[in-house]
């Protein structure tokens, strides 16, 4: 059986899992639950159930992580290529490299930077450590040669994040080159696209610098003097959807010196961007790539939705922090 073949059946399979999520009905439940017991006896009736059922309600979070863990399992057993999701699961990597170098400068113990980090990246949290303390990161992958030796030197918390994301990017653009698979190339270009802008953007409005050219990212549709000013930068993101789209997540950016709100808007805007490539290359990676963004999503609308009843945040108030369409 062919590959193209082989990515219809495991997209026909993932398809039908994505059908089980969070429906209308279920976030409508959870918005109006009147505290975190009956918002996690919702969860009971959703298909994060087997995942909750064995934990405590003060251990709820360990249920949504095992939940995406046993998703990432679950792609890499019906996944044609494993190598293909690599570009899924590296990303979880990166930010536990960053955490790691943070934490350590922070002295930190080896117990407290383990619990802060992800489950999904391609190598085990205690072996992304180890191998980052003994300088040997390059023997997990070329992609990490000499990483933990520039994050060591950095000094600032913003030097950390930008070196250690774009380490990921640079990556990325590497998978591009040499990828045969056209939605696997416009994925990376569309996540390029966006680090690069996102980036200028902290360097105008945290630095209040011009975005350095070294810091740019190639393979993406956007260069580096498209993003010389905050404008530019602007109308540059409003080509994904629209000035409308972004009016209030840039405002929250510029004001508030966080990425929080953005981030959740590029990640919705590429949930939607996967959603539309799943149904229009049924022979591709798209669907198995759609449910991974998914699924997550799921987790973290479940999780925020289940720290704000425990928070005691009035159902009126939840529906405007979420700002999700139903």
Sequence with gaps: MSSSNKYFYAGSRVNALAAQLLSHNDLERLLGAKDTHESIQVLHD??????????????????????????????????????????????????????????????YSDEVILESLYTSGLFPPTTLLNHYKEKKLQHLSPFFSGLEKELDAKTHSFDIDIMAEKAYFNMLAEVKKNTTYQFVKEYITLRIDFYNIKTALRYIYF????????????????????????????????????EHRWKEALQNFQQKKESVFLDRMIDEYILEW?????????????????????????????????????????????????????
């Design 274 to 326: 996967l959603s539309f490539w799943s149904k229009k290359d049924p022979f591709s990676p798209a669907s198995l790539f759609f449910y991974f963004y998914a699924h997550k999503n799921n987790i973290q609308i479940a999780r925020a939705l289940v720290t704000a009843k425990a928070n005691g945040i009035p159902e009126d108030e939840l529906r405007i922090i979420m700002r999700k369409k139903f």
């Design 46 to 107: 959703t298909f994060l159930a087997p995942h909750i059922a064995r934990y405590t309600e003060n251990q709820v979070n360990k249920g949504f992580s095992e939940s995406i863990q046993r998703a990432r399992e679950l792609l890499d057993t019906i996944a044609p290529e494993k190598e293909i999701l690599h570009v899924l699961w590296l990303k979880y990597d990166f930010l536990n490299i960053r955490t790691i170098t943070k934490g350590l400068k922070q002295g």
């Design 207 to 242: 630095l209040q610098e011009q975005y350095p050219a070294r810091m740019h990212v190639t393979r993406g549709t956007v260069s580096a003097t498209m993003l010389d000013t905050e404008q530019n930068c602007i109308q540059a993101l409003n080509r994904f959807g629209g």
